[in-house]
Nanobody
Framework: QVQVVESGGGLVQAGGSLRLSCTAS????????MAWFRQAPGKEREGVSC????????YYSDIVKGRFTISRDNAKNTLYLQMNSLEPEDTAMYYC??????????????????WGLGTQVTVSS
């Protein structure tokens, strides 16, 4: 049974930083592209970042490029998202997802078969 579990969310002031983590079990971690999505209240889920199974290619949405960094440790079956210069607009539930399709230039929820339950990030102004 595949399990995806996020952690590291919390409350932070604008301009601050947080690091999210995601562990995945029940699958061969380094066979999967991993991604972060987020969803704010009343808004659609949006892609944040994605990393190829090997870790040698990444994708970022324009809204987070230059502020967020995605990484993975395949030996620990763990995905990370370092978030710097956080803004109130980054407030959302952040979800980790695993999938077999890495596009490199786009991030689509349908490409990801396994999802965590999310971790809340709240940025105060």
């Amino acid at each position: 049974q595949v399990q995806v579990v996020e952690s590291g969310g919390g409350l932070v002031q604008a301009g601050g930083s947080l690091r999210l983590s995601c562990t995945a079990s029940g699958l061969t971690f380094d066979d999967y592209a991993m991604a972060w999505f987020r969803q704010a209240p009343g808004k659609e889920r949006e892609g944040v970042s994605c990393i190829k199974w090997s870790g040698d290619s990444t994708y970022y949405s324009d809204i987070v490029k230059g502020r967020f960094t995605i990484s993975r440790d395949n030996a620990k079956n763990t995905l990370y998202l370092q978030m710097n210069s956080l803004e109130p607009e980054d407030t959302a539930m952040y979800y980790c997802a695993a999938g077999r399709n890495y596009r490199g230039n786009a991030l689509r929820p349908d490409d990801f078969a396994y999802w965590g339950l999310g971790t809340q990030v709240t940025v105060s102004s």
